[in-house]
C-alpha cells in the first residue's frame, strides 16, 4: 500500500480518528479537574571535600560522585523521616514523607535536587525547610573525620528551599497534549482493526481480481433520484447516469466485439440495486434507439413492474405455465421499450426457469429484440439467477459497495462459473459519491459546459430535467412487438 492508501483510508475512517481524540481530551479534562493540586518545593544540595590541597580536590570530587546515590538513599531512609515526623505543623507519619520526597542527582556534578511535594503550599516548604538541617546532620555523623576532626564530606545548600509559584500537578497543556497523542494513536489502530477485520468491497481493484472480470462502470449514490414507486432514474445531468451510460456503452463490447443481446443481471445477495441497475439500463438503451426488452426472472419476489407502473398479472410465469403467449404478456413503456413482467409467484419457480419452455421462449424473443434484460435473484439465495444466466449470452453481476462481502463475491462468481456462465463484467453500485473510485472531475466538467452554453443543469426544475432525459420513453409505442 502506498501514502495515496494510507490517506484514503484515513479519511474513509476520519470519523473514527475524531471520536477517539474527543474521547481522550475528554479524560484528560475530567482528570485535570478532578485532581486536586500539588506543589513543590525544591532544595539543592552541594556536596565537597574540607581538604585544602588543590593536588586533593579532584579525587575528592571524584570519592563524592561516587557516593551520591547512597545520599540519595538517605534522605528518604529513617534517619531522616522518622525525627521529621515529629515537626510541629506537619502531621505526617514517616512513610508519608519518604512517599513526599524526590532525589534525582545533577549529571557530572556533586549536587542533589531534592523536591519535596505535598497539596498544602505551607506543608511542602515547612518539610523542605525542615529536611534541610536533619540532612546536614544525618550525613556530618555518618561520614568519618579526618586527623583534623574534620567530617570527609561536607553538606552545602546551594539553592532553595523555594516554593514553585504554580502546582507541579495536574499540567493540564501537557496532559491535552498526551491525551491528543494517545487519543491518535488509538484512533490508527482501531482504523487498522476495522481495516483488518472489514471484508466488504471497496474498490474497483478488489472487485475485479475477486470476478476476473472488468468492472464495467462505478456507480454512485444519487440522492436527488426518487425512493418510492416509479423507475428508479436520474437526473441528466448526474453522475450516476453518466455511470450507467458507461455501463451501456462496455456492455456493448463486453463480449470481445461479438453482439450480447441477452444480459442476466445478478447479484450476489439482496439489495444490492439490482432491479435498479436492470431497469435503469433498459431505459438507456432504449433512449438509444434499440428496441429493449426487460424480463422479470426473479419469481419469489417480482419488482420490475412496480418500478415501471404497469400491471403483475400476467407475465413470465404466465407463459411458461402455458397461460398466456408472448404477445399477451409484454408491456409496452414508452417508445422502444418494453416489459415482461413475472406475473404471479409459481410454487416451483427454478423448475419454470430450467424448463425447455423457457429455452424457447428466450429464443423466441432474441429475434424479436435487440437487447434483452433479464432481471435475475441474487445467486447466493436460490438457483434461479445461475439457470437464467446460463441461457444468456452472459451475466452482469451487481455488487454493492462497502456493503457486499468478499466471500459472498467469491462464491456467486462460482455459481456462475459452475453453470458455464460467461460473466460479462461486474458493477460496482452505491458507491459513496465522494469516494476515490467516482468521476471526480464529471460535475465540474458537465456544470462547465451548461454555463458556457448559458443553460445551469442544477437551477432547473428536477421534473424537467427527468423528462429531457427520458423523453424517448414517454412517446407513444405499438401494443404488440413484431
Given at each position: 500500500?502506498?501514502?495515496?492508501?494510507?490517506?484514503?483510508?484515513?479519511?474513509?475512517?476520519?470519523?473514527?480518528?475524531?471520536?477517539?481524540?474527543?474521547?481522550?481530551?475528554?479524560?484528560?479534562?475530567?482528570?485535570?479537574?478532578?485532581?486536586?493540586?500539588?506543589?513543590?518545593?525544591?532544595?539543592?544540595?552541594?556536596?565537597?571535600?574540607?581538604?585544602?590541597?588543590?593536588?586533593?580536590?579532584?579525587?575528592?570530587?571524584?570519592?563524592?560522585?561516587?557516593?551520591?546515590?547512597?545520599?540519595?538513599?538517605?534522605?528518604?531512609?529513617?534517619?531522616?523521616?522518622?525525627?521529621?515526623?515529629?515537626?510541629?505543623?506537619?502531621?505526617?507519619?514517616?512513610?508519608?514523607?519518604?512517599?513526599?520526597?524526590?532525589?534525582?542527582?545533577?549529571?557530572?556534578?556533586?549536587?542533589?535536587?531534592?523536591?519535596?511535594?505535598?497539596?498544602?503550599?505551607?506543608?511542602?516548604?515547612?518539610?523542605?525547610?525542615?529536611?534541610?538541617?536533619?540532612?546536614?546532620?544525618?550525613?556530618?555523623?555518618?561520614?568519618?573525620?579526618?586527623?583534623?576532626?574534620?567530617?570527609?564530606?561536607?553538606?552545602e545548600v546551594v539553592a532553595g528551599p523555594r516554593l514553585e509559584d504554580d502546582p507541579v500537578a495536574p499540567r493540564p497543556?501537557?496532559?491535552?497534549?498526551?491525551?491528543?497523542?494517545?487519543?491518535?494513536?488509538?484512533?490508527?489502530?482501531?482504523?487498522?482493526?476495522?481495516?483488518?477485520?472489514?471484508?466488504?468491497?471497496?474498490?474497483?481493484?478488489?472487485?475485479?481480481?475477486?470476478?476476473?472480470?472488468?468492472?464495467?462502470?462505478?456507480?454512485?449514490?444519487?440522492?436527488?433520484?426518487?425512493?418510492?414507486?416509479?423507475?428508479?432514474?436520474?437526473?441528466?445531468?448526474?453522475?450516476?447516469?453518466?455511470?450507467?451510460?458507461?455501463?451501456?456503452?462496455?456492455?456493448?463490447?463486453?463480449?470481445?466485439?461479438?453482439?450480447?443481446?441477452?444480459?442476466?443481471?445478478?447479484?450476489?445477495?439482496?439489495?444490492?440495486?439490482?432491479?435498479?441497475?436492470?431497469?435503469?439500463?433498459?431505459?438507456?438503451?432504449?433512449?438509444?434507439?434499440?428496441?429493449?426488452?426487460?424480463?422479470?426472472?426473479?419469481?419469489?419476489?417480482?419488482?420490475?413492474?412496480?418500478?415501471?407502473?404497469?400491471?403483475?398479472?400476467?407475465?413470465?410465469?404466465?407463459?411458461?405455465?402455458?397461460?398466456?403467449?408472448?404477445?399477451?404478456?409484454?408491456?409496452?413503456?414508452?417508445?422502444?421499450?418494453?416489459?415482461?413482467?413475472?406475473?404471479?409467484?409459481?410454487?416451483?419457480?427454478?423448475?419454470?426457469?430450467?424448463?425447455?419452455?423457457?429455452?424457447?421462449?428466450i429464443e423466441e424473443l432474441r429475434g424479436r429484440f435487440d437487447i434483452i434484460i433479464i432481471d435475475c435473484p441474487p445467486?447466493?439465495?436460490?438457483?434461479?439467477?445461475?439457470?437464467?444466466?446460463?441461457?444468456?449470452?452472459?451475466?452482469?453481476?451487481?455488487?454493492?459497495?462497502?456493503?457486499?462481502?468478499?466471500?459472498?463475491?467469491?462464491?456467486?462468481?462460482?455459481?456462475?462459473?459452475?453453470?458455464?456462465?460467461?460473466?460479462?463484467?461486474?458493477?460496482?453500485?452505491?458507491?459513496?459519491?465522494?469516494?476515490?473510485?467516482?468521476?471526480?472531475?464529471?460535475?465540474?466538467?458537465?456544470?462547465?459546459?451548461?454555463?458556457?452554453?448559458?443553460?445551469?443543469?442544477?437551477?432547473?426544475?428536477?421534473?424537467?430535467?427527468?423528462?429531457?432525459?427520458?423523453?424517448?420513453?414517454?412517446?407513444?409505442?405499438?401494443?404488440?412487438?413484431?
Open positions: 500500500m502506498g501514502l495515496r492508501d494510507y490517506l484514503s483510508i484515513a479519511r474513509r475512517h476520519w470519523w473514527i480518528f475524531l471520536v477517539s481524540l474527543g474521547f481522550a481530551l475528554a479524560v484528560a479534562v475530567v482528570i485535570n479537574v478532578r485532581t486536586p493540586p500539588v506543589y513543590a518545593s525544591a532544595v539543592t544540595f552541594f556536596f565537597t571535600n574540607p581538604s585544602t590541597l588543590s593536588a586533593d580536590l579532584y579525587p575528592a570530587s571524584m570519592f563524592s560522585q561516587g557516593r551520591l546515590n547512597s545520599y540519595a538513599a538517605v534522605l528518604t531512609s529513617d534517619r531522616i523521616t522518622v525525627p521529621l515526623a515529629g515537626t510541629p505543623g506537619l502531621r505526617l507519619t514517616a512513610q508519608e514523607i519518604a512517599e513526599r520526597i524526590t532525589v534525582e542527582t545533577v549529571p557530572n556534578t556533586v549536587m542533589l535536587r531534592v523536591t519535596v511535594e505535598d497539596r498544602s503550599p505551607a506543608r511542602a516548604q515547612l518539610l523542605a525547610t525542615a529536611l534541610v538541617p536533619r540532612f546536614q546532620a544525618v550525613i556530618t555523623a555518618l561520614e568519618s573525620t579526618n586527623e583534623k576532626g574534620q567530617p570527609v564530606v561536607r553538606v497543556l501537557n496532559n491535552l497534549a498526551m491525551a491528543a497523542m494517545v487519543g491518535l494513536v488509538v484512533g490508527a489502530a482501531l482504523v487498522v482493526a476495522r481495516e483488518v477485520t472489514d471484508s466488504a468491497v471497496r474498490t474497483v481493484d478488489t472487485l475485479q481480481t475477486l470476478v476476473s472480470a472488468p468492472v464495467l462502470a462505478r456507480v454512485p449514490v444519487d440522492a436527488r433520484a426518487p425512493t418510492g414507486a416509479g423507475p428508479f432514474i436520474s437526473d441528466n445531468d448526474s453522475p450516476r447516469a453518466e455511470a450507467l451510460r458507461q455501463l451501456r456503452a462496455n456492455l456493448q463490447y463486453a463480449d470481445g466485439g461479438r453482439a450480447v443481446k441477452v444480459i442476466a443481471v445478478t447479484s450476489a445477495v439482496e439489495k444490492e440495486g439490482r432491479s435498479a441497475t436492470a431497469c435503469s439500463l433498459g431505459l438507456l438503451f432504449a433512449e438509444a434507439g434499440r428496441r429493449v426488452l426487460v424480463v422479470d426472472a426473479e419469481l419469489r419476489r417480482p419488482r420490475l413492474a412496480a418500478f415501471l407502473g404497469r400491471e403483475n398479472a400476467a407475465g413470465l410465469s404466465t407463459i411458461l405455465s402455458g397461460g398466456a403467449s408472448v404477445d399477451q404478456a409484454l408491456q409496452p413503456w414508452g417508445a422502444g421499450l418494453w416489459l415482461l413482467s413475472a406475473g404471479h409467484s409459481p410454487p416451483n419457480p427454478s423448475e419454470l426457469l430450467s424448463s425447455p419452455r423457457m429455452a424457447a421462449v445467486l447466493l439465495a436460490v438457483t434461479d439467477a445461475a439457470i437464467v444466466a446460463a441461457r444468456s449470452d452472459g451475466a452482469l453481476l451487481v455488487v454493492r459497495s462497502r456493503k457486499t462481502k468478499n466471500a459472498q463475491v467469491t462464491t456467486a462468481v462460482r455459481a456462475l462459473r459452475a453453470v458455464d456462465a460467461r460473466v460479462l463484467g461486474c458493477v460496482l453500485n452505491m458507491v459513496p459519491a465522494k469516494s476515490g473510485d467516482m468521476f471526480p472531475q464529471f460535475e465540474r466538467y458537465a456544470g462547465g459546459s451548461a454555463a458556457a452554453s448559458g443553460e445551469i443543469p442544477g437551477n432547473a426544475p428536477a421534473t424537467t430535467r427527468r423528462a429531457r432525459f427520458w423523453h424517448r420513453s414517454w412517446a407513444p409505442c405499438p401494443r404488440t412487438v413484431g
